[in-house]
């Protein structure tokens, strides 16, 4: 069994993700569902051959030592795969997920036109949330390739680890991956201020130090562009200003009112017809309205501001359900299952 094989079944198969776990043939995930692949179960000593087959001596002591370790791959002629490494009952295994060599285009991912408006803005924060494996990466990478192609601009990337491969087109791209090319996303950011970007990308907002620098680069003249594990705008609001302290939380959500541009909150759900999975999103647009509900601190009133917005292009999750639902490309069924209120959603 050969990686390179596996990684090359995962292409063809059209997977998300490969996974290596002991006791278990490798296993792909197809359309949101795993499915266990023709290969024999995997031994200790397999998994471990594979996995140290692609790390090098470096890798390979940071894994053993932390236990934990990130890091992209590729070869020719292949995707591109993100990949956790990590131990498990002792065990060292893995999962991979895949990253298409070819970016796809806002129209194939179905991303809201609205992003093409996000991206437009001199300065400010733009965000991309969802649940982990919600193509939050994806919808990044597609976003920067449009301003790669529209604009002359100084682009930093922060990667934990780099993804998508960005080639210069009208923009110079700089693409920095944590623990290889700089300590850490803290670390990059407040460097990256003095390296004349014009726009700031940071991979992932996963802690507090990191929170509060990208809110300082929207609101110093940056356009940043970030993702964060929330499954829809007003709790991503919410979140942001939770992480700090109470007593900077006033200062926090003056701040974030000031700075945001809008959120993108997104979904992948599987088809109707058993083949591929569909994008569904929520969108919030940083009205007046929306600038005053966070500095006041009334979080629990954007929704209906949301759902009010329509002339402005923001939308909530469940009409974007609803719409998917009535046109057949997802089953009732989903659709109630990922509603946020059952009743409304009947009513629409």
């Known amino acids: 069994m050969k990686i390179n094989d596996l990684f090359k079944l995962t292409m063809d198969k059209k997977a998300s993700d490969l996974h290596f776990t002991m006791g278990r043939p490798p296993v792909l995930r197809i359309d949101g569902k795993l499915q266990l692949t023709d290969y024999p179960a995997l031994g200790e000593k397999e998994i471990k051959d594979l996995i140290h087959g692609i790390l090098t001596e470096e890798q ?3 894994l053993e030592k932390n236990k934990e370790l990130d890091f992209s791959y590729s070869c020719p002629g292949m995707d591109r ?8 009952r002792g065990n060292v295994e893995a999962a991979f997920r895949r990253i298409p060599s070819i970016m796809p285009s806002f129209e194939e991912l179905g991303i809201p036109d609205i992003a093409y408006e996000f991206i437009r803005k001199p300065n400010g924060l733009v965000l991309v949330t969802g649940p982990t494996g919600m193509g939050k990466s994806t919808t990044l990478a597609a976003m920067l390739d449009v301003i790669n192609s529209e604009r002359e601009e100084l682009i930093i990337c922060i990667e934990d680890p780099i993804e998508f491969y960005h080639h210069n087109k009208k923009c110079i791209i700089k693409q920095r991956e944590v623990h290889v090319d700089t300590r850490s996303f803290p670390e990059a950011l407040r460097r990256c201020l003095r390296q004349d970007p014009d726009i700031i990308v940071v991979g992932e907002m996963r802690d507090l130090e990191t929170i509060a620098t990208t809110i300082t680069a929207a609101e110093t003249g940056h356009l940043v562009l970030a993702t964060l594990h929330t499954p ?7 979140r942001i200003i939770d992480v700090f302290p109470p007593h900077q939380q006033p200062q926090v959500r003056a701040q974030l009112a000031d700075s945001l541009q809008g959120i993108i ?3 992948l759900l599987p088809r109707a017809s058993g083949e591929g999975r569909v994008l569904a999103t929520e ?3 940083a009205t007046s309205g929306i600038r005053n509900l966070i500095r006041e601190g009334d979080v ?3 929704p209906s501001m949301i759902q009010m917005g329509a002339k ?4 909530d999750m469940d009409k974007c359900l609803k719409d998917l639902c009535t046109k057949g490309v997802i089953t009732k069924e989903l659709a109630l299952s990922k509603v946020r209120n059952i009743m409304q959603f009947e009513a629409l």
Do not use: C, E, G, W
């Open 60 to 62: 390979k002591a940071y």
């Open 81 to 88: 795969f993100r990949i956790n490494a990590h131990f498990q």
């Open 232 to 238: 829809d705008a007003p709790q991503t609001i919410q």
């Open 265 to 267: 909150s997104q979904l």
């Open 283 to 285: 969108v919030l647009v």
């Open 300 to 302: 629990a009133q954007i």
């Open 312 to 315: 402005y292009m923001m939308h």
